[in-house]
């Protein structure tokens, strides 16, 4: 058995996992947390990153077999007990950073504090015409009394009791037949950093955790153009950690459903009602209220009959081209055409409109051998299908098998 799995945790596979098993796990996690497929996901690269580090270590089996003696130590020449894990794959996989939770004190070794990622709504006119919004956040930040040594004064911590200053203990997991694994978790008295202040020894204003509660106000800036899920990076207003530049706060666009029109990258698409007296005689109106608050007025074609799913195109009067918003896309008018109600029909003479109109479609040739007449009432099309599961097999009982019955 292994002295330590946690890479074979981060492929969620069992120490005694075959070649094929692993590479087979590796694939799927590097699918999963591959950054192309998470772009909204700001830890996806690192944890890609985990992914690689730990299978170039338990692909190899030179690498494995060390590393199951061993653990981690292992892995670097001349490493031995003691060696910072995070320094050992520094080195192996030049420099990246891996964020594996190795423990230790001060915990693990990170370039930059944690991002915070925030929804933020925005309407289809906020996207349009941009704006800028100004608000109040909270964030952590480095205690200015203790300059995030969590400390009061020139007090010094101790080495934590629990876990012997390694930051970590060792958890057993039963596996089931008599077999055991072991992992190692963050030590929960020091939160992994191998040592710890005594009450009395914590500074007054952040009670030993370093870092205190600060408002902020920030402002941000819905460009013209953006688009669904887009990202608002704040750099280095995120939440600050001793010893560590500060995260980022990012803003991701979050879309409202518009009542009038749909976005389709730098094309918009609207519905607009005509009457039957426009779509066969043509019309010359204001049509729509753009997202911009204009009317758009439009002449129709001299001659042209319009249908109900007939369209037309505004060329120039989408949505802008985001960094270059002097650019727009097209805009799609769909025609629907309301045809007029019975009120309307008893003002005028049916005799004289049917002179007007088209003549009414002839009698089939040849007619069907049997003819039935028959009648109808009034329907709504959504209502088709509804009766579907309506009925029940009377020769079946409530289990849904065959009823038997006495001959």
């Known amino acids: 058995m292994a ?27 590097a699918r999963e947390h591959h950054p192309d497929k998470n772009p909204d996901d700001p830890s996806a690269h690192q944890k890609f990153q985990e992914m690689a580090a730990a299978y170039e270590v338990l692909g190899s089996n030179d690498a494995r077999e060390a590393y199951d003696r061993y653990g981690l130590d292992s892995l670097k020449g001349g490493g031995g007990p003691g060696m910072d894990p995070a320094d050992i794959f520094s080195e192996l996989f030049g420099g990246m950073h891996f964020g594996f939770d190795f423990g230790g004190p001060g915990g693990p070794r990170r370039t930059k504090g944690e991002d915070s990622v925030i929804p933020y709504d925005v309407t289809l006119e906020d996207l349009y015409n941009g704006k800028s919004v100004k608000m109040n956040m909270e964030k952590e930040a480095v205690c200015s009394i203790c300059k995030g040594s969590g400390a009061k004064g020139s007090a010094k911590p101790k080495q934590c009791v629990k876990c012997e200053g390694k930051g970590f203990t060792i958890v057993q997991t039963h596996l089931g037949a008599g077999r055991y694994g072991a992992s190692r978790a963050m030590c929960p008295d020091c939160s992994g950093h191998g040592e710890k202040l005594r009450e009395k020894d914590q500074c007054k204003k952040c009670k030993g955790k370093k870092t205190v509660k600060e408002k902020t106000r920030q402002e941000i ?3 013209r153009g953006m688009a669904d899920r887009q990202r608002i990076v704040l750099s280095g207003a995120g939440d600050e950690e001793p010893g560590v530049p500060p995260g980022d706060v ?32 043509g019309f010359s109106r204001i049509i729509l209220t753009h997202l911009d608050g204009r009317g758009i007025h439009v002449s129709s074609m001299p001659g042209k009959i319009y249908k109900s799913g007939d369209s037309i195109m505004v060329r120039g009067e989408g949505m802008p081209v985001y960094k270059s918003p002097d650019q727009k896309g097209q805009l799609y008018v769909m025609f629907e055409v309301d045809m007029p109600d019975e009120d309307w029909l008893k003002t005028i003479d049916p005799k004289a409109l049917e002179a007007l109109l088209p003549p009414k479609k002839p009698e089939m040739d040849p007619k069907p051998a049997v003819i039935d007449e028959v009648g109808y009432e009034e329907s709504d099309i959504v209502d088709f299908g509804d ?19 006495p001959q």
């Not at 009766?387 to 019955?405: A, F, I, Q, S, V």
């Open 3 to 29: 002295v330590d799995t946690s890479l074979y945790d981060l492929l969620g596979v069992h120490p005694e996992a075959t070649e094929d098993e692993i590479k087979k796990a590796y694939r799927k996690k």
């Open 221 to 223: 800036f819905v460009e």
């Open 250 to 281: 990012i803003f991701v666009l979050k879309t409202r459903s518009h009542s009038s029109f749909e976005r389709s990258g730098n094309d918009l698409l609207t519905k607009v009602h005509i009457t039957l007296s426009e779509a066969l005689l």
């Open 387 to 405: 009766d579907e599961h309506d009925w029940e097999d009377e020769d079946e009982d409530e289990t849904g098998e065959p009823e038997c019955r």
